[in-house]
């Protein structure tokens, strides 16, 4: 169930029966030469609502931008500020959690964002064990959607070590799977980008000029897209269930 396609009476009976939320969440920053500047987004997004779907969970609006300060030297990115963002997940736990919803999941499209997802939660819970915030206690979990261990093993198979870490062959494939009209050829150069690590966005741009950070984007395909989705969707639904099934 996708909360904005639904009214508040069906959100109502939910209720009834579920306490969880998934709460996709990423980034819009630049790709690459051929990735969307929504990879980060969409990929949560798309996987989640297969989630959704199987494990007859509902999903949130999906927090479509996130950190990407070092992204900001490529025109399109937009960026928050960790303190912006961790304002954002709180005033959304906070809004939902009225309603009786306790178990937060979110699935997460971008790297750049763990750390502030981590403060986040680290902010909630401080909020709540000073007992100020009524309500039941909350629980919190971050996934990454390229983690899981189907997921993992496929991207490994598919791409080796055009992989990467940024742009890769496998987020745009799964992007490529939402939305084939999007689907962009590119011829890159050289094959596989470069390895390093980086400062700020000058420093990104300058020492990685397109984009890309070790991979080889043009390898995606609609095709790989579906088989990594629904790997996904796999990894994602046993973390979930579980994660729901605790006390
Ligand atoms: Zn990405």
Redesign the pocket.
């Known amino acids: 169930m996708y909360l904005h396609h639904c009214t508040w009476p069906e959100i109502e009976s939910y209720l009834s029966e579920s306490s969880g939320i998934l709460i996709p969440i990423g980034?819009t920053e630049q790709?690459g030469p051929n990735g969307l500047i929504g990879?980060?987004a969409i990929c949560p997004e798309t996987i989640a609502k297969g989630v959704g779907a199987t494990a007859n969970a509902l999903i949130a609006p999906t927090i479509n931008v996130g950190v990407a300060q070092h992204h900001l030297g490529f025109p399109g990115t937009i960026s928050l500020r960790p303190s912006t963002l961790i304002a954002v997940i709180k005033d959304t736990i906070d809004s939902l959690r009225l309603h009786g919803l306790n178990r937060f999941y979110f699935l997460n499209?971008?790297g750049g964002n763990i750390a502030t997802i981590s403060a986040a939660f680290s902010e909630i819970y401080s909020a709540d064990s000073t007992g100020s915030v009524p309500g039941p206690t909350i629980r919190l979990r971050l996934t990454n959607w390229w983690q899981g261990d189907e997921v993992q093993t496929l991207s490994r198979r598919l791409y080796g070590n055009a992989e990467g870490s940024?742009?890769?062959p496998s987020?745009v494939s799964v992007t490529y799977f939402a939305f084939p009209d999007c689907v962009k050829t590119v011829p890159m150069s050289p094959k596989i980008a470069p390895r390093g690590t980086i400062r700020d966005a000058a420093d990104y741009r300058r020492q990685f000029p397109d984009g890309r950070i070790g991979s080889d984007p043009s390898l995606a395909s609609v095709e790989a897209g579906e088989q990594l989705y629904a790997a996904s969707v796999r990894d994602i639904t046993s973390d979930y269930r579980e994660f729901m099934s605790h006390e």
């Open positions: 980034s790709h990879t980060d499209g971008h940024h742009a890769t987020e």
